[in-house]
């Protein structure tokens, strides 16, 4: 992560890049901040608080603070969205769901952009996050807008994430 992005994060209660990680490879990293994570491109092993997950184009997860990363390997391509967010930002954008449906969602890979109209609107959700980082930087004194802007755009991925994960159930059930 740059410096810029940790600088952010206190500064405005969020922040987001686009990283490799390459510099976090084999390292174990404490979060500081409820993080979500796109992966765009290639693959990615790792633990969360030593629970093993591969990480695929298309699959996002939520890590909460506190949590332990371990960046086992990548591959070549790898690439991923990094969304940090400040406790009250997080608190306000998971405000309409329960506590069992965050905890079921939290730590886990989510298998999304099944189809191009996913994968799309996903995109289209962390280029929103770009324009508002970029509204946050450059016009300082509107910067409450801003995190109301975030905590829809984060309330939006959670209810995208949280229609996915029941799908998949079903799907699982129909199977069984």
């Not at 990680?21 to 030593?50: K, N, P, R, W």
């Not at 799309?120 to 508002?132: A, C, G, M």
């Amino acid at each position: 992560m740059n410096n810029i992005y940790l600088k952010k994060l206190p500064q405005y209660g969020f922040a987001t890049i686009q990283s490799s990680l390459q510099q976090f490879v084999q390292h174990v990293y404490q979060l500081q901040h409820t993080t979500i994570f796109y992966c765009m491109s290639g693959e990615a092993l790792f633990t969360i608080d030593g629970s093993k997950h591969r990480f695929t184009p298309g699959q996002i997860i939520i890590c909460p603070m506190g949590s332990n990363i371990l960046l086992l390997d990548i591959t070549s391509d790898f690439s991923a969205r990094l969304l940090g967010l400040s406790k009250h930002i997080w608190l306000a954008a998971r405000s309409s769901m329960s506590p069992e449906t965050m905890q079921s969602m939290e730590r886990c890979t989510h298998q999304g952009c099944n189809n191009e109209t996913e994968k799309e609107f996903v995109n289209n959700i962390f280029r929103q996050i770009d324009i508002i980082d970029s509204e946050a930087s450059s016009n300082f004194g509107n910067i409450d807008y801003c995190r109301q802007c975030i905590i829809l755009s984060v309330n939006t991925l959670l209810l995208y994430i949280q229609r996915i994960s029941k799908k998949n159930t079903a799907q699982l059930q129909k199977e069984v």
